[in-house]
């Protein structure tokens, strides 16, 4: 039998044809989907990993006595971490009472609006530091808002994205730690001007 007698070799042989790009964009829809499930789970696992290091990146303001109080959680290597800005730029504040200055690594000095001043030496876990003086024009800490804060510029941070509030900025606040949370307040001028939400705590002292 010819083929003009039996044509179904060649319909068949078409149905296989068209079936090709159908299969192709099937398999391309595939893996398309499991590239944007990747991605997802990527950005989620990202952003919890990051808010568990720090869990303060809105922190909680409560107004006692005329104070602006920050309530700050500590992270599970019990460090307290915060969000905060540094002349009006974002950046991820580690609060350490045990560095004399705030600590910024020299390389985001120019982005962070800070002039480098005199060197000096500042003594570290690691030993002995070359240093650069600066200061803070504004630093903001939630609602707080300092000015003027000596800060040193220390290339030696400059693998690391986080700052060191030290007390050149916590000696401008009162501070205490009770039941896991840290309280940073300052006394207010304008109480009208701050959010007050409902609290049991008493007013903080030093002692």
């Known amino acids: ?18 079936e090709r790009p159908a299969k192709r964009m099937g398999g391309g829809m595939f893996i398309l989907t499991w590239i944007i499930l990747l991605a997802m789970l ?21 107004d006692v006595q005329g104070k602006r109080t920050l309530l700050l959680k500590a992270n599970r290597q019990n460090h307290f971490v915060m969000s ?3 002349n009006g730029k974002d950046t991820t504040l580690v609060l350490d009472t045990g560095a004399t200055n705030v600590a910024i690594p ?13 060197p000096g030496i500042a003594m570290t876990a690691n030993g002995p530091v070359t240093v ?23 290339p030696g941070m400059n ?7 030290g007390m050149s900025a ?5 501070f205490s730690q009770r039941d896991g949370m840290l309280l940073i307040s300052q006394w207010s001028k304008y109480r009208a001007n701050i959010r007050i939400e409902p609290t049991n705590y008493a007013p903080i002292n030093r002692s």
């Open 42 to 62: 990527i950005y989620y696992f990202t952003g919890e990993e990051r808010r568990q290091f720090n869990p303060n990146e809105t922190p909680t303001l409560i």
């Open 159 to 165: 693998a690391s994205n986080q700052i060191l509030l």
């Open 132 to 154: 650069y003086s600066t200061r803070i024009a504004k630093l903001q800490l939630g609602e707080i808002v300092l000015y003027d804060v000596p800060a040193d510029l220390n």
């Open 106 to 118: 020299a390389i985001m000095a120019s982005r962070l609006q800070l002039a480098q001043g005199r």
């Open 1 to 18: 039998m010819s083929e003009a007698e039996d044509p179904q070799p060649r319909h068949l042989a078409q149905n296989t044809l068209d």
């Open 170 to 174: 916590l000696s401008q606040v009162e």
């Open 84 to 86: 905060g800005k540094i």
